[in-house]
């Protein structure tokens, strides 16, 4: 014990009378703010002393028992420094229901050092986050000593790869052993009397009791030792008092005594079934996971050397080249430096159609090649793939609790004491006011056997691991489950514009010409074409769109703060060899009359769009051709989006940068009346707090560094991945496509999931509020009680398993 504490960064006091802590701490930079974290720590209740080292960047601290790792780090957030943390993952064995897992919590969040554990029963797993330092073997001890097995994520990949008999054999070899003990009630219904002598029915039942029932045992006696209860506890106590009691009559009695081991036998048997059935259902939970585990490949074709080979995905580096072919994956993430192709990126952003790409574009790992050959120079590898950090995400979503998980905590927290007491009563109350001691035992078993904390425990993990790998496989990523939890309830989403409306690059919006459209621009893109700047890309594009030929040009310059300037070369009129193309001020500086174009120009950039102006001349005399408009375009869905949120009560708010009139053109496109326009960046945080204090719940929507704030802001933040990194791990919830109509599916699995956590939670508290009761008035009997139980947890996880049909709206085949 005292060499995993020392591990943890925890010191252990003689007498267990203090509790020690090294905490490794982020953000100091001077002797004041060493002053300021003392003076933290120590106005902590329970803190006997602080010291921390400014050079080692820790603190230590020595408090009562009581004092634990959140309570310090808490003080520490308050005065403005955070302690370095780190998140590990766990895998749990043993765990049966809701007060298994809440045992493992409590028994995690004791060890010195953790500062939040959340366990997962659906998944069998711990995410646990804890100060840089800390032993993931100091975790592994503390769940053993609550009487449990853990394994560090190394540990169960390795046990992963070991055989193992298939899940369904106890269940087989207890129904062989069990059907002669229950054949009698079916031969009773025959008028037969098919009942077994009471030695072949003991041989028959001992071994479903102690060998295939001993999981149960085990299970319920480390709980015991614990100090704690769970549903192996109630099933191996009540299926035991069956079992002695028959045995005691078949020693008082002989055959002559009516015998009840059919009633332990049975109980075991469905209830080995119930959990076969509810494993086997809880696979198809991760079904998410695995789907995009499958698309990392082993192997990789590398290219060095102009030599191309076959080598395991591990040996590749940034920056080599890897070759893949049709029909292959893409084995890594990276930049097109030969070839083009289309790819099939459905399973990673939920785009349904192949995306074209060329020379330049970058690729994800698990898209698939479809038609061409592609050389791909590497910028990602491993953990820093995307799909690894989606896989991450997905996990880490799954893995934390709900917000509405707490009431189920409390409850199942005094659920298997509050069973046993109701078992107690139930016994003394039908035998002393029947006299009855028989029935009264099958009673008071029927009462254990029917009270299901498994069903509590999974109502809320599987609809959250269900709701969000569906999300995934239409490309919404929601990074954790109180995001999702609280996403049903948005009344206002505040977009950002730029990138997340609108495509967040300039495009060639209007021509006026003097002569053609095509002429213009055919003239435009002629000085432009050398150029990368924004617009200058724009103009050579339609201009390509248009299968325009582009006049040869020479002499070409930048005029700085004005335009650009260049000589067509191949010009049969000297006069008329030179174009300008820049902003108002250049038309005065070259004497270029702007009057034939200037209401035009007028109506443009008081639409906030940005005008060029075209001029041609012999270099002392020119004349003004025309003008191009450019202005950032509206997303195809950006008006569906709107609208589809306005059906669901859902109001959209516009927050931009632009001007007024640019604002308001913008939002009568689509359809957004309240406009927050003039916005700088720093107030967009201010406008979320202000919608919230208005009673509101708010969603954000956004895409780069500047939205970070106002999407840490909001009640859920939103971000689009086509935007910044910063953005995505600031938002709760991520859009794989820059695609405004994600954010209204967003909210419509929200809505989804939470309806199927609310009935799974409201199906297993009515059956136990139902169950136990009746059990306890006589109405039912143990075997009837343990088919009863074994069906509650399968049909919670069968009912979160429904969300699989979910789609986006605009996705072909959508389920109505």
Same mark, same amino acid.
């Given at each position: 014990?005292?060499?995993?504490?020392?591990?943890?960064?925890?010191?252990?006091?003689?007498?267990?009378?203090?509790?020690? !802590?090294?905490?490794?701490?982020?953000?100091?930079?001077?002797?004041?703010?060493?002053?300021?974290?003392?003076?933290?720590?120590?106005?902590?209740?329970?803190?006997?002393?602080?010291?921390?080292?400014?050079?080692?960047?820790?603190?230590?601290?020595?408090?009562?028992?009581?004092?634990?790792?959140?309570?310090?780090?808490?003080?520490?957030?308050?005065?403005?420094?955070?302690?370095? +943390?780190?998140?590990?993952?766990?895998?749990?064995?043993?765990?049966?229901?809701?007060?298994?897992?809440?045992?493992?919590?409590?028994?995690?969040?004791?060890?010195?050092?953790?500062?939040?554990?959340?366990?997962?029963?659906?998944?069998?797993?711990?995410?646990?986050? =804890?100060?840089?330092?800390?032993?993931?073997? *100091?975790?592994?001890?503390?769940?053993?000593?609550?009487?449990?097995?853990?394994?560090?994520?190394?540990?169960?990949?390795?046990?992963?790869?070991?055989?193992?008999?298939?899940?369904?054999?106890?269940?087989?070899?207890?129904?062989?052993?069990?059907?002669?003990?229950?054949?009698?009630?079916?031969?009773?219904?025959?008028?037969?009397?098919?009942?077994?002598?009471?030695?072949?029915?003991?041989?028959?039942?001992?071994?479903?009791?102690?060998?295939?029932?001993?999981? !149960?045992?085990?299970?319920?006696?480390?709980?015991?030792?614990?100090?704690?209860?769970?549903? &192996?506890?109630?099933?191996?106590?009540?299926?035991?008092?069956?079992?002695?009691?028959?045995?005691?009559?078949?020693?008082?009695?002989?055959?002559?005594?009516?015998?009840?081991?059919?009633?332990?036998?049975?109980?075991?048997?469905?209830?080995?079934?119930?959990?076969?059935?509810?494993?086997?259902?809880? !696979?198809?939970?991760?079904?998410?996971?695995?789907?995009?585990?499958?698309?990392?490949?082993?192997?990789?074709?590398?290219?060095?050397?102009?030599?191309?080979?076959?080598?395991?995905?591990?040996?590749?580096?940034?920056? &080599?080249?890897?070759?893949?072919?049709?029909?292959?994956?893409?084995?890594?993430?990276?930049?097109?430096?030969?070839?083009?192709?289309?790819?099939?990126?459905?399973?990673? @952003?939920?785009?349904?159609?192949?995306? *074209?790409?060329?020379?330049? *574009?970058?690729?994800?790992?698990?898209?698939?090649?479809?038609?061409?050959?592609?050389?791909?120079?590497?910028?990602?590898?491993?953990?820093?793939?995307?799909?690894? #950090?989606?896989?991450?995400?997905?996990?880490?979503? #799954?893995?934390?609790?709900?917000?509405? #998980?707490?009431?189920?905590?409390?409850?199942?927290?005094?659920?298997?004491?509050?069973?046993?007491?109701?078992?107690?009563? @139930?016994?003394?109350?039908?035998?002393? =006011?029947?006299?009855?001691?028989?029935?009264?035992?099958?009673?008071?078993?029927?009462? #254990?056997?029917?009270?299901?904390?498994?069903?509590?425990?999974?109502?809320?993990?599987?609809?959250? =691991?269900?709701?969000?790998?569906?999300?995934?496989?239409?490309?919404?990523?929601?990074?954790?489950?109180?995001?999702?939890?609280?996403?049903?309830?948005?009344?206002?989403?505040?977009?950002?514009?730029?990138?997340?409306?609108?495509?967040?690059?300039?495009?060639?919006?209007?021509?006026?010409?003097?002569?053609?459209?095509?002429?213009?621009?055919?003239?435009?893109?002629?000085?432009?074409? +050398?150029?990368?700047?924004?617009?200058?890309?724009?103009?050579?594009?339609?201009?390509?769109?248009?299968?325009?030929?582009?006049?040869?040009?020479?002499?070409?310059?930048?005029?700085?703060?004005?335009?650009?300037?260049?000589?067509?070369?191949?010009?049969?009129?000297?006069?008329?060899?030179?174009?300008?193309?820049?902003?108002?001020?250049?038309?005065?500086?070259?004497?270029?009359?702007?009057?034939?174009?200037?209401?035009?120009?007028?109506?443009?950039?008081?639409?906030?769009?940005?005008?060029?102006?075209?001029?041609?001349?012999?270099?002392?005399?020119?004349?003004?051709?025309?003008?191009?408009?450019?202005?950032?375009?509206?997303?195809?869905?950006?008006?569906?989006?709107?609208?589809?949120?306005?059906?669901?009560?859902?109001?959209?708010?516009?927050?931009?940068?632009?001007?007024?009139?640019?604002?308001?053109?913008?939002?009568?496109?689509?359809?957004?009346?309240?406009?927050?326009?003039?916005?700088?960046?720093?107030?967009?945080?201010?406008?979320?707090?202000?919608?919230?204090?208005?009673?509101?719940?708010?969603?954000?929507?956004?895409?780069?560094?500047?939205?970070?704030?106002?999407?840490?802001?909001?009640?859920?933040?939103?971000?689009?991945?086509?935007?910044?990194?910063?953005?995505?791990?600031?938002?709760?919830? @991520?859009?794989?496509?820059?695609?405004?109509?994600?954010?209204? &599916?967003?909210?419509?699995?929200?809505?989804? +999931?939470?309806?199927?956590?609310?009935?799974?939670?409201?199906?297993?508290?009515?059956?136990?509020?139902?169950?136990?009761?009746?059990?306890?008035?006589?109405?039912?009997?143990?075997?009837?009680?343990?088919?009863?139980? *074994?069906?509650?947890?399968?049909?919670?996880?069968?009912?979160?398993?429904?969300?699989?049909?979910?789609?986006?709206?605009?996705?072909?085949?959508?389920?109505?």
């Amino acid at each position: 014990m005292e060499a995993w504490r020392a591990a943890s960064g925890a010191v252990a006091v003689p007498g267990g009378t203090e509790a020690g !802590f090294n905490l490794p701490i982020e953000g100091m930079t001077c002797a004041s703010c060493v002053l300021r974290v003392e003076r933290a720590l120590s106005a902590v209740p329970g803190v006997r002393s602080a010291s921390v080292n400014l050079a080692t960047e820790k603190a230590a601290v020595q408090a009562d028992p009581a004092v634990t790792a959140d309570m310090l780090n808490a003080a520490i957030e308050k005065a403005g420094y955070h302690v370095a +943390t780190t998140t590990t993952s766990l895998a749990i064995d043993g765990m049966t229901c809701a007060s298994c897992v809440g045992r493992v919590e409590k028994a995690l969040k004791a060890v010195p050092g953790v500062l939040d554990a959340s366990v997962n029963l659906a998944t069998e797993k711990a995410l646990v986050r =804890m100060a840089s330092g800390t032993s993931p073997a *100091a975790l592994v001890a503390a769940v053993e000593k609550a009487g449990y097995h853990a394994r560090t994520a190394d540990g169960a990949q390795q046990e992963a790869g070991k055989p193992a008999l298939p899940g369904w054999w106890p269940v087989a070899v207890a129904a062989l052993l069990t059907l002669p003990l229950a054949a009698p009630m079916l031969g009773m219904l025959f008028g037969r009397d098919w009942m077994l002598p009471g030695t072949m029915q003991l041989l028959l039942a001992t071994p479903v009791q102690f060998w295939l029932g001993a999981r !149960f045992y085990r299970a319920g006696w480390k709980a015991v030792r614990a100090g704690a209860g769970n549903m &192996d506890l109630l099933v191996a106590i009540g299926t035991s008092a069956a079992y002695g009691l028959s045995v005691y009559l078949l020693m008082a009695h002989g055959g002559h005594a009516h015998l009840y081991f059919e009633s332990s036998a049975v109980v075991i048997t469905l209830v080995l079934l119930g959990k076969w059935l509810e494993a086997r259902a809880k !696979f198809q939970t991760v079904a998410a996971i695995r789907a995009l585990e499958s698309l990392k490949t082993t192997t990789a074709t590398v290219r060095r050397n102009g030599v191309d080979s076959l080598e395991s995905i591990d040996a590749v580096q940034l920056g &080599d080249l890897v070759l893949v072919r049709p029909g292959e994956r893409v084995p890594v993430d990276g930049r097109i430096v030969e070839g083009s192709s289309t790819l099939d990126e459905s399973l990673l @952003t939920g785009e349904s159609l192949p995306v *074209a790409k060329s020379a330049g *574009a970058q690729v994800t790992g698990g898209a698939v090649n479809a038609d061409g050959v592609l050389l791909i120079e590497t910028t990602a590898i491993g953990s820093q793939t995307m799909l690894s #950090q989606i896989i991450r995400l997905v996990e880490d979503a #799954q893995a934390v609790k709900a917000p509405i #998980q707490r009431l189920v905590d409390k409850v199942s927290a005094v659920f298997v004491p509050v069973v046993l007491v109701v078992s107690v009563l @139930t016994l003394l109350g039908w035998g002393i =006011m029947t006299g009855d001691w028989q029935q009264a035992l099958l009673n008071a078993v029927a009462v #254990q056997v029917i009270a299901c904390p498994c069903a509590l425990g999974l109502a809320t993990p599987t609809s959250i =691991m269900v709701g969000t790998g569906v999300a995934a496989r239409y490309g919404i990523l929601i990074k954790d489950a109180e995001a999702l939890e609280t996403a049903h309830s948005i009344t206002a989403v505040a977009f950002d514009k730029t990138g997340t409306l609108t495509e967040g690059k300039p495009a060639l919006l209007a021509i006026d010409a003097a002569t053609t459209e095509d002429e213009l621009l055919r003239m435009a893109a002629a000085v432009q074409k +050398t150029s990368n700047h924004p617009l200058a890309r724009a103009v050579v594009d339609e201009a390509a769109r248009r299968g325009l030929e582009i006049p040869a040009t020479g002499d070409a310059r930048a005029l700085p703060g004005r335009g650009v300037q260049a000589g067509l070369a191949n010009s049969a009129d000297a006069a008329d060899a030179t174009i300008w193309l820049g902003n108002r001020r250049l038309m005065n500086e070259i004497g270029a009359a702007t009057a034939g174009f200037a209401d035009a120009a007028d109506q443009h950039e008081h639409a906030g769009r940005t005008v060029s102006w075209l001029a041609r001349g012999d270099g002392r005399q020119a004349t003004v051709m025309g003008l191009l408009a450019f202005g950032d375009t509206i997303k195809p869905s950006a008006s569906g989006a709107v609208a589809r949120l306005q059906q669901m009560g859902i109001e959209s708010i516009m927050l931009t940068g632009d001007n007024k009139g640019s604002a308001a053109a913008v939002g009568k496109e689509i359809g957004i009346a309240n406009i927050r326009a003039e916005v700088l960046p720093a107030d967009k945080a201010s406008v979320v707090m202000a919608l919230k204090a208005e009673g509101r719940r708010v969603a954000m929507i956004g895409d780069g560094i500047n939205d970070a704030p106002a999407l840490a802001a909001a009640d859920v933040g939103i971000a689009m991945s086509t935007g910044t990194d910063v953005a995505m791990h600031t938002a709760g919830i @991520t859009l794989m496509r820059g695609d405004p109509a994600l954010v209204a &599916d967003a909210i419509d699995i929200s809505h989804k +999931t939470y309806h199927k956590i609310r009935q799974n939670l409201g199906w297993a508290f009515i059956y136990n509020i139902v169950g136990i009761p009746l059990a306890a008035f006589g109405f039912l009997n143990p075997m009837i009680a343990g088919a009863a139980m *074994a069906f509650s947890s399968v049909s919670v996880v069968s009912n979160a398993l429904l969300l699989r049909r979910w789609k986006p709206s605009n996705f072909p085949g959508r389920l109505k």
